[in-house]
């Protein structure tokens, strides 16, 4: 029997390369087919009867015709006979419009005719395997640590409808460096109740041998995480007390509270809302429309290279920099609206007195937006930046509370009575409450004799707290408090200073070190899955949960949480940024405005 032929089958179209396997030309597996609707349905068509070929690879005169067990090759096209001296065999897939430009896929060959690919299931038992590697040395770095970790949990939920919770363990190092790392992106079976997210959340911390070292809880508000909260709370208080008992485990989303705040005022010009967020999705959904405005906004003298923000609902600041936008091409809208007035699905412009209100809100949204940005950090503490900011939310709603304007007035009014019912029933400086919560967190050895003389009534701002507080020094907190303070308007690395200053103060530093890894919001877990919406995507839903965890886990393990930006494909997407330059354009990229 003459020998078989050596070499590889070779589809140059959709589907590149594929072995050949006991001899027989095989150019795409039955799991390869499979994968492929326009490949399967043609192929399971095909007829059983096999094709014969004339083998001419054997020893020189010695040639039988011999049958192809694979009916794949009714569908591909011989280029130029069977043999080549590279021992190569060639074919065109029948269906591929791309086969020319696909052969590309050679060149790899061509340098280094050698290479070799791994199998799908060989990379991705790598992938576990470095999951497992690098998962061992974050359990080894966290166990050695001489403090608590702090938590925020989520839920997501991606393009499929399955629900993810995420789960992510901040903490300060030894060095002072602020950590914050993915600890599990599970696939969460539904009910996604109370009961079901907490016995999750224990099996979890109980696999990362944290259950002595969770400090505090940060979530959002919706209402199963009160009771799920709850839950966990007693669950840890089986393994290790909780500071008080319990009384500052759970810790509010301040962004999310933030949100539901500035939403209750922005009901107030639900109207022009509507109608700008129509304009936008009039002329974002179509490539001439963009092009039209975009020679409105030239005509008008406008920058067209800013673009037009749509909102998403869940974000108060994606509608604030759409309003923003809006107000910028404003006269852009209106020339548009006039060259478009025989359109009859043109959206109607905000009137007049809509357009007074949106400037007067954007006005008044602004400071907001710059204290979301800064508590919505995931690279510095939060949790000393809360208390000046809630400060001045507070100082600049009673401002608006009385400003002459009808509109201002009722919106801040509205807000402030939101902000009072999320934040605080009543700040009482006298009681000197906040000082005897310090003194409890202390070591036994200091002593809770100290005094404090009275704060003066009101409190106009932080000057006031410097200049008139008077201690008597007898314990290290008190020495602490007593440390010649720095102006607040001054930005200062704060975990730097306690690095620096951490011999003068052990103690006080120990509890410095659990505080600032306290996360004010979940911005941390958010950003797990605005990168789990680029892993689990419309084009990769099939991707198993266990594998998607070790992805997405690991990546942020190695690098962090920066996640690189691409373009949106196809128009835009709900909190995207819609550019008016020419695709073609090297700069006409989408910008994520929402982190």
Same mark, same amino acid.
């Given at each position: ?70 009916? @794949?090759? /009714? /569908? ?38 050698? #290479? ?22 974050? !359990?080894?770095? @966290? ?9 925020? *949990? ?13 789960? !992510? ?46 400090? !505090? ?38 962004? /999310? ?31 001439? +429309? ?9 005509? *008008? ?54 357009? #007074?209100?949106?400037?007067? @809100? ?9 204290? !979301? ?29 009385? *400003? ?18 999320? *934040? ?27 005094? #404090? ?31 010649? +303070? ?17 011999? +003068? ?7 410095? +070190? ?82």
């Amino acid at each position: 029997m003459a020998p078989q032929r050596r070499g590889r089958a070779r589809g140059i179209g959709l589907y590149g390369r594929s072995t050949r396997a006991s001899g027989v030309p095989s150019p795409l597996g039955q799991s390869q087919v499979s994968s492929s609707s326009s490949m399967s349905q043609d192929v399971s068509s095909s007829p059983s009867t096999p094709i014969e070929e004339n083998d001419c690879s054997g020893t020189s005169g010695d040639s039988r015709k011999r049958k192809w067990s694979s009916p @794949i090759w /009714h /569908h591909y096209d011989t280029i130029d006979g069977d043999n080549y001296d590279d021992g190569i065999f060639r074919a065109f897939y029948n269906y591929c419009k791309e086969g020319p430009i696909l052969a590309i896929s050679d060149l790899h060959l061509y340098l280094y005719d050698n #290479v070799k690919f791994m199998s799908r299931n060989t990379a991705k038992n790598y992938r576990m395997k470095i999951h497992e590697r690098e998962k061992k040395k974050l !359990t080894e770095e @966290i166990g050695k640590l001489s403090r608590k970790n702090c938590l925020t *949990c989520d839920m997501w939920t991606s393009c499929v409808g399955q629900g993810y919770l995420s789960l !992510t363990a901040h903490y300060v190092d030894d060095e002072w460096k602020l950590h914050a790392k993915i600890l599990n992106f599970y696939h969460l079976e539904p009910p996604h109740d109370a009961l079901n997210m907490h016995g999750k959340l224990i099996e979890f911390i109980k696999e990362w041998e944290i259950t002595k070292k969770v400090f !505090t809880v940060t979530l959002d508000n919706a209402r199963c995480n009160d009771n799920m909260q709850n839950l966990l709370a007693a669950s840890l208080k089986v393994h290790s007390p909780l500071h008080r008992d319990g009384k500052f485990f759970h810790v509010h989303c301040g962004a /999310h509270i933030l949100n539901l705040i500035v939403q209750e005022g922005l009901k107030l010009v639900d109207g022009g809302v509507a109608k700008i967020k129509k304009l936008v999705i009039y002329i974002g959904c179509s490539e001439r +429309r963009k092009l039209k405005f975009k020679e409105n906004v030239i005509s *008008c003298g406008l920058d067209c290279s800013k673009g037009l923000y749509v909102d998403c609902p869940t974000r108060w600041n994606s509608t604030f920099k759409m309003l923003c936008r809006a107000l910028y091409f404003r006269e852009a809208y209106s020339s548009m609206s006039l060259s478009s007035r025989y359109d009859v699905r043109f959206p109607s412009l905000p009137t007049e007195a809509e357009w #007074v209100r949106i400037n007067k @809100i954007c006005a008044l949204l602004n400071p907001f937006d710059e204290i !979301t940005t800064l508590m919505s950090g995931r690279n510095y503490p939060t949790s000393n930046l809360y208390l000046k900011s809630v400060w001045k939310i507070e100082c600049l709603l009673l401002e608006y509370a009385s *400003c002459e304007d009808e509109f201002v007035r009722v919106m801040a009014q509205t807000m402030k009575f939101q902000f009072v019912g999320y *934040c605080f029933t009543e700040l009482d400086f006298e009681s000197a409450e906040i000082k005897s919560n310090l003194y409890v967190h202390m070591d036994p050895c200091v002593n809770e004799n100290s005094q #404090v003389t009275r704060v003066q009534d009101e409190l106009p701002g932080f000057a006031a707290f410097a200049n008139n507080v008077q201690r008597v020094s007898s314990t290290q907190l008190d020495l602490y408090l007593e440390e010649t +303070r720095v102006d607040h308007t001054l930005e200062i690395d704060i975990l730097l200073w306690w690095k620096e200053n951490e011999k +003068r103060y052990p103690i006080v530093a120990t509890m410095a +070190r659990d505080i600032l890894a306290i996360p004010v919001t979940t911005v941390a877990s958010e950003s797990a899955f605005s990168m789990g919406s680029r892993l689990i995507s419309n084009w990769r839903s099939s991707l198993k949960p266990d594998t998607a965890n070790a992805l997405l886990t690991t990546r942020t393990w190695l690098y962090g949480f920066q996640v690189k930006e691409g373009p949106v494909p196809e128009g835009y997407r709900i909190g995207y940024l819609i550019p008016l330059l020419d695709f073609n354009d090297s700069k006409a990229k989408f910008q994520e405005i929402i982190s």
